[in-house]
């Protein structure tokens, strides 16, 4: 307990607040900025256990605004919860860590939720489309979750445990701008302040004291800071918390092909592809057990033990749908 002994001073979270964090289960969907700095003050803090789930390796480009990661973890394209595990096992080895690189999807969420049974689950995905599944299953399982996002110099967070509005009551209030890190950019710092707010709410709920039913949105280059009461914004009409009807969750269904952020493709090919790499056009250019990557002409790959690839270098959607054609063919 001595090394928490300034926290647990503080008299609201106290050494019952303490004992209670020690015991809570936090799920953290994304290993990115958010996930990666979420883990490692929640470790350090002494959470009981971790489950971050995040399908990417580290790349040069995060280590700008991301946690725990390094330029040899970008060079050996290691996978950002495989990092992760490794470096909160030194912060704190009290903390169970489990590390799941697989991309969450309808058709996984609810069984990941349901094996790792997270008392909360913290957002530290990139895009509008994940939130809102995250929300449905959240809310179907009945799992208190907070919803962070940073873009640009801005942050928005907001904790729900379904007593109030869930993201979708909320949709006109925190509407998709289409902005996104890749395009619009992201300053380290917004990132921490979300960071901060979503573990706010957690001490909060580890204190017995709830969440704090507010809507924060933050702006760490105009300064201006507003939160907002959420009492009221919750709607009747919400089909989620007032019909149980969950949308995305029920698409089980995914494309062969989705556009990411930044021009990248990802391609969704048959788990063999990994094993048979060297069947597809182009050459390895390097090999670790988790990713293989590939170059072909203009076109680079990397490609998943899971069969995901993404395409970097294809400047359009129907370019990229004869390339995805044209692996399918040579993908034994
Ligand atoms: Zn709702």
């Not at 507003?226 to 029920?250: A, F």
């Amino acid at each position: 307990m001595e090394r928490y002994n300034r926290q647990a001073s503080f008299a609201p979270f106290g050494t019952e607040g303490q004992h209670q964090l020690m015991k809570t289960r936090i799920m953290i969907m994304g290993g990115g900025a958010l996930g990666s700095h979420l883990a490692e003050q929640l470790a350090r803090m002494g959470v009981g256990h971790l489950t971050v789930i995040d399908m990417d390796v580290v790349e040069l480009s995060n280590l700008h605004r991301q946690a725990l990661y390094d330029e040899h973890d970008a060079e050996s394209m290691s996978p950002k919860v495989e990092v992760l595990k490794k470096n909160i096992g030194r912060i704190n080895r009290h903390v169970g860590f489990d590390a799941l690189h697989v991309e969450l999807t309808p058709r996984n969420i609810e069984e990941i939720l349901n094996v790792y049974q997270p008392d909360i689950v913290l957002d530290g995905m990139d895009n509008f489309e994940m939130r809102f599944l995250i929300n449905e299953a959240c809310h179907k399982l009945g799992i208190p979750w907070v919803y962070g996002a940073a873009v640009g110099s801005k942050g928005t967070v907001y904790a729900m445990d379904y007593t109030g509005p869930c993201l979708k009551c909320m949709l006109d209030i925190i509407p998709d701008t289409g902005e996104s890190c890749a395009i619009n950019g992201v300053l380290p710092p917004a990132i921490h302040q979300v960071i901060s707010y979503e573990i706010g709410e957690v001490i909060r709920y580890a204190s017995g004291e709830g969440f704090s039913k507010k809507l924060i949105s933050l702006d760490i280059f105009t300064m201006k800071n507003q939160t907002m009461d959420i009492d009221g914004l919750k709607d009747g009409s919400c089909p989620v918390c007032d019909r149980s009807e969950y949308e995305l969750l029920n698409k089980k269904e995914s494309g062969p092909i989705e556009a990411l952020c930044g021009g990248t493709y990802m391609f969704r090919l048959k788990r063999t592809a990994f094993d048979s790499a060297e069947y597809l056009p182009g050459n390895i250019k390097k090999e670790t057990p988790f990713v293989k990557l590939i170059s072909y002409k203009d076109i680079e790959m990397t490609v998943f033990q899971d069969g995901r690839m993404n395409v970097y270098g294809i400047p359009s959607d129907d370019l990229a749908y004869d390339f995805y054609r044209t692996l399918l063919k040579s993908i034994r």
